[in-house]
């Protein structure tokens, strides 16, 4: 049914693929679609964070090794195909003030240079549709912002023939999305774990999800018969994720009872749409058309740039700063590490669920 479509996602390291939208990448795969995955980075600064194989020397050796080990074996799970972009991991810098990024690392490449890596994948993978991070890359790690920005550069240069013109013919995805996490999943989950006289992993973070930017999420896919592929691929990433962890505490029928879709928000459509949708390519020409429209140039403003038809509504920039401010406020809780993972290396397994 889904024959000759492909479906690009966009992560900024190993295991990111296996938390955001890997049950629909998952169910994807199984309706035909060719799927690949991208990871910007090797993940060279993430943190063992499974406390049962902290400080094993093996491990600790080489964990870039391992950590393409447990990447190859997620990707195996999903069943989608995968690229290293071959950035080197930013790390997630704490202290106050904060330490420099460190030399060389993918936050700190030229835009250019991560543009035009990213280019040559779209132009020889030739996607209909691409899945990346929001602005504030779902949560404000320096990995995860610069993928967005590099992931809507590429958007925007991958169709012109005028930019990087040694990096393959043009090709123009359609649409571009953000993974996303919705308000409703978390506050549906939270209750309904209640309800059923469990303990909510989520009890502090509902509390703060209004300081959190709304943000314009209409596309459900429906994919809970690949929460377990979801979870498995997750597993894989051994090293960065406790199996005891909050990630796995809410029951996978009660998931699929209460939420049984992956969101996302439509950033930018080139063909029109209808929201709410429930399919990353809704909208879009049958496969053997489509690929006609996306080698055909598309609509430029008088700068260059692309006029999409439907472009996301981007939160108001002070509300931005307001999210990330708030997530390095001592006084709220680890809200965004708590459920995205990336946590920052202290031994507090509690907030320490998927990193990297
Ligand atoms: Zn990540």
Known sequence: MSDGLRLMAVHAHPDDESSKGAAATAKYVADGVDVLVVSCTGGE?????????????????????VRRQEMARAVEILG???TWLGFVDSGLPEGDPLPPLPEGCFALEPL????????RVIRSFRPHVITTYDELGG???????????????????AGDPAQFPHAGAPWQPQKVYYTGWSPDRLRGLHEAMLAEGLESPYAEWVQHLDKRPVRAIHTHVECA????????????????????????????????RVHPTEDYELAQSLVPVTLPENDLFAGLPEAGALDEVCRTAAARD???ELVP????PVPAQ??????????EDESAPEEVTQVEGHADGDDDADRSEVAS
């Open 45 to 65: 600064r993430g943190d063992v964070l499974n406390p049962s194989m902290q400080h094993d020397p093996k491990i600790e050796r080489d964990l870039v090794a």
């Open 80 to 82: 989608v195909r995968h």
């Open 112 to 119: 250019e240079v991560a543009t035009e890596a990213l280019v």
């Open 139 to 157: 949560y404000p790690h320096p990995d995860h912002i610069m993928t967005h920005v590099v992931s809507v550069a590429a958007f925007q240069a």
């Open 225 to 256: 018969d690949y929460f377990p592929v979801r979870d498995d691929a997750l597993r894989a990433h051994a090293t960065q994720v406790d199996p005891d962890g909050n990630w796995f505490k809410v029951p996978l029928e009660l998931q699929r």
């Open 302 to 304: 008088s700068d260059g």
């Open 309 to 312: 038809v439907y472009r996301s």
């Open 318 to 327: 002070e509300d931005v700063v307001a999210a990330a401010e708030g997530s």
